[in-house]
């Protein structure tokens, strides 16, 4: 059974920082590229950022680039997104998946706020 359990998520004030954590079981997560995606009230859900399967190339959106770092630890089957000078805009529903998505692997997702 696959699972994907984001953490780290929280009400951080604008310039703030937070280390998302995602924690994967099920399938065979060193073999995959990964993705950090958000979703904001209203909007459709977006990628964010993107790791490759040993970690050597990442990918961002031009919205967090330069503020955001992904990275991945396939020994603890975990990546993680690291999330630098916040704004309110980056407020959403993160979650972690496969880089190019699979239907049945979306998790909960964890809630950024940033807000003063």
């Known amino acids: 059974q696959v699972q994907l359990v984001e953490s780290g998520g929280g009400l951080v004030q604008p310039g703030g920082s937070l280390r998302l954590s995602c924690a994967a079981s099920?399938?065979?997560?060193?073999?995959?590229?990964m993705g950090w995606y958000r979703q904001a009230p209203g909007k459709e859900r977006e990628l964010v950022a993107s790791i490759s399967i040993l970690g050597g190339t990442t990918n961002y959106a031009d919205s967090v680039k330069g503020r955001f770092t992904i990275s991945r630890d396939n020994a603890k089957n975990t990546v993680y997104l690291q999330m630098n000078s916040l704004k309110p805009e980056d407020t959403a529903v993160y979650y972690c998946n496969t880089r190019v998505p699979r239907p049945g692997y979306w998790g909960q997702g964890t809630q950024v706020t940033v807000s003063s």
């Open positions: 099920g399938f065979t997560f060193s073999s995959y590229g």
